[in-house]
DNA sequence: GTGAAAGCGCTAACAA
DNA sequence: TTGTTAGCGCTTTCAC
C-alpha cells in the first residue's frame, strides 16, 4: 500500500511528447502508430493507470449508478443487484449500494443525494410511491429508474411485475388441486406490494370460473416470517379452516407452514401452501415451496438496460417494462413423491 | 429530470461575494457570521449542492469504499455488507460493490483497478489467499482490509474469525447431548474455509476429553444444498450410521436434514445436524437450525472500522481483528418443545 | 475577514 | 498527426 500513482504528465514526459498526444494515444483517437507505441510503453514503465476522478470531471461523467433500496439485506433486493450488477459492470459501470435501512435516511433523501453529481444515475426501489416522490424524482439531476409500480404515465422509466396476477395463478393452482376453502396471507396494505397483491387476491376469487368454497384473509405486521406465523394461526383457527394458504410473498408462506405444524396440520396434505418471490429460501425449504417469481434478477437487468439507455439519452420518453411471473410447482402444494414432502 | 446542478461559481455571484468566499462559508472556517448568512441565502435559493468530482479531485479523497467480493448474492456476503455499510455510511463512505461472479473478472483484477482511483479503500474476501493475492495487495494504491485468513503477519489488516473453534463447539455439542457417532459434513478441502473447518474438525475429535465411539467424514463438492443432500445420503449410508451431523456451513446442514428424510429419519431424533454461518435461512428452516454463527455482520463492520483507521492513516501498522463465534441451539439438534421439531 | 489565483488530472477545441 | 491551452468544480495558499 505504498505506491504511489503515476499521472498522464508523467507518462507524457517520459514518452517525450505532449500531454495532448499522450491522452490521444491511450484513449482518443488520431494518434499515429509510432505515437501509441511510444505512449504505451512509457505508460507500462509507468504503471499509469487513468485517474477516474480527473475524467469524470472532464467528462461529467461518473461511470457509477446507484442503486438504492431500504434494507439492503432482504433476499429479492440482493437478487435484483445482482441482475442490475451483471448487466452494468460489462459496460464499466460501478454500482454504489445506498440504503435507507441503517441512517434514518428516507428514500427522499437519497434521491436529493444526486444533486452531489457521485453518480450518473440512480434505480431505486421505494417502499412506497407517493406524489411527493413522483416529484422528487422529476426534480432529480440524472435519470432516475423505479423498480415497483409502473410509472411512465408519470413520466418515469419504471420497471414493474404484474405480482397480483401473480397471485392470481397462485389461487387457480390451489383451486385446481381441489382445495375448497382459499386463504390469503398477506402484509400491509398500504404498501405497494401488499395493496397491489390485495388487488389480485380479490379479482381471482371474484372470477366467475372462481370454484371454491370461501375464503379468509389475514394481513401480517409485516412481510417477515414470524408476522406470518402470527397471521397465519388466525387464519388456522378460523371456525371454517382454509385448505389452502397464498402468503404474498415466501417469508410469510414459510411462516403459515410453521404455523400448520404447530396445529399439527400436514403441508400440503391438509394445508397446501404457496408463497411468492421464489427466493432461494423457499427453493430449500423443507416442504420446497411452491411460488410465484417475480423474476427479480430480471427485473434488475431490465432496469439496468432502461439506465444505459437514459445514460445515452437522458430526455429520451419514459419506458415501461413490465416482467412476467411464473409459477413453481414444488411440494408445499403437491405431494411429489410421499417420502420428502412433509 | 430536468433541473441542473448550479455551481459554486453561481453561488458565489449571487452573494456578490469571491468564489474563496463562499467555499469558506459553506465548508471551512475563517468565515464571518454575516458573511456565512449571505453565502447559505444565495446557496439555498439556488438548491446549490457541492460536487462530490470537483471536490474530490481538489481534496484527492472520494468518499467512496469499495467491497469485493467473488459472488454478491451469497447471504453470508451480503450480511458482511449490510455491516460495512452500517459503520462507513455515518462516516459519508458509499459502498462501491464489485463482484468477479458475472464477469471474468478475478480478485486480482479487482485490486489492480484500484489503480484508478474511485475509491479510498477496498474491502475485499477473497476466495482463495495465496502469495500472489498478498503480493498484489501490498502494491495497491489505497488501503486494503481482508475479510477472510488472518493476515497481520503480512503486513494487511484483516478480520477473521475461529470457525475451526466455532466447528469444535459444534462437536461437544453434539457429544453432550449424548450422540455418539458424529458425522463431518464439510466443503471442498482447497478452499479457506473447507481447509480450516477441516481441521477445527480434527482437532475437536483428537481432544482427550472427546468421548464418542467414532467418526466419519464427507466431502460435499461445493458448499450448497445439493452438493449436501449428496455428500450427507454417503454418510447416513455407512455400516455404522452417525447419529450426528456436523455440516461445514448451513446449506450443506439443510441438504443433510433433506437426506435424513428422504431414509424416514427424523431429526434431530435420530439425527442431529447442525451448520455454520447462522444464516436467516437455517433460522427460519424446519427444524429451525443449531448453528455456529461466525458474525458475518460483526466481521463487516469490524473491517469497516479498520478501513477507517487506515483512510486516516495508511501507513498504520496492519491490524488483525478476530470476530468470536457463537454456537445458537435450536431445533435441529434438540427437541424444543416437539410440537414443531420436525 | 476577504479576494485573487493556482492547480488537483484529465480531455478537447484550436492552431500549427 | 502533433502541440498549446483552456477549463471541468472545487479548496487553499497567499496577499491584502
Redesign the pocket.
Known sequence: MTSTRA???QVAERAG????????A???T???K??VERVRAAAAELGYS??A???S????KTSQIAFAVADIGNPVYVEIMRGIHEVLAPHGYRVVVMSTGDTATSTAELIHSLHGGFVDGMIVIPLRTDDELIEQIGQAPVPVVVIGRAMSDRGISSVSTDSAAGIGAAVRHVVSLGRRRIGFLNGPLDTTPGSSRQRGFDEAVSAKDFSAEGTDVEVAADFTVAAGIEAARKLLDRPHRPDAIVAANDLLAIGAVRAARERGLSVPRDVAVTGMDDTELGQVFLPRLTSVSLGSAERGRAAARLMLGLTEDADAPAQQISVGTELFVRESTVDQNGEDAE
Chains 1, 2 share one sequence.
Open positions: 499521472t498522464l504528465i511528447v505532449s500531454l495532448a498526444s499522450t491522452s490521444r491511450l484513449h482518443g488520431g494518434a499515429s509510432a505515437m487513468a485517474d476522478i480527473g475524467r470531471l472532464r467528462l461529467k
